[in-house]
């Protein structure tokens, strides 16, 4: 069964619009695990708009299952990581006051880079994984950084599937092919979603674990929190 982590940088982003504590992240983190979920992901940005810093430090004592901290690998940010020592940290190239991520590393141009910053996690006891599109010279591009997984950026097969383009898979199919081959292991996460996470997952040989977010609030606030992690745990056995 491919394992559900919830990213819940959309519960910090309604508590920051108001100000004070509601909704309370910490009891959302606890509930969603409580709900079935294998995971929670959050991704602070330098301008702490939705997660802030100490939320990082807070939710060390809360997860209980897999904790994994996404991010570009500043200074600040590898500093946090290495405070916190959560489970997984995923690695992304995301720009300073960017609305969301929007494509993954280069892995060729940027392997002394990350090849340092990964070998710094691992010496901490920290699983690393790479975003990453589906290009196969960027999977192996990957093996040679030594990362222990990739996550494959799914936003341009998510938006294939919305068309009916289900040939959008493909590109990811053979990424995985690689991947498994390499010795990698595999997540995907971006712009998945209760209409499209089946057939991802039903596709992708080895796929470990999903990052999922915002799609996912968003169809609680229609479902239920507890109603829509369950779902998503169905569609991924």
Known sequence: MTKLSVNINKIATLRNARGGNVPDLLKVA??????????ITIHPRPDERHIRYQDARDLKAIVTTEYNI????QHNFIDLVLECKPDQVTLVPDAIGA?????????????????????EFQRNGIRTSIFVDPVLEIIEGAKKTG?????LYTEAFAHQYDLGNKNGIDPYVKAA????????????GHDLS???????????????????????????????????????LNKLK
């Open 30 to 39: 606890v509930d969603i695990q409580r709900f079935g979920g294998q995971g």
């Open 70 to 73: 996404e991010g570009n690998p």
């Open 99 to 119: 609305i969301t991520s929007s494509a993954g590393w280069d892995t060729i141009k940027n392997q002394d880079y990350l090849t340092e910053v990964i070998q």
């Open 147 to 151: 990362t222990d997984r990739i996550e």
């Open 177 to 188: 092919e690689l991947a498994n081959e390499l010795g990698l292991g595999i997540n995907a």
């Open 194 to 232: 209760l209409d499209n996470i089946q057939f991802f997952k039903q596709n992708i040989p080895g796929l470990l674990e999903v990052s999922i977010g915002h799609a996912l609030i968003s169809e609680a606030l229609y479902l239920g929190l507890d109603n829509v992690v369950n779902m998503y």
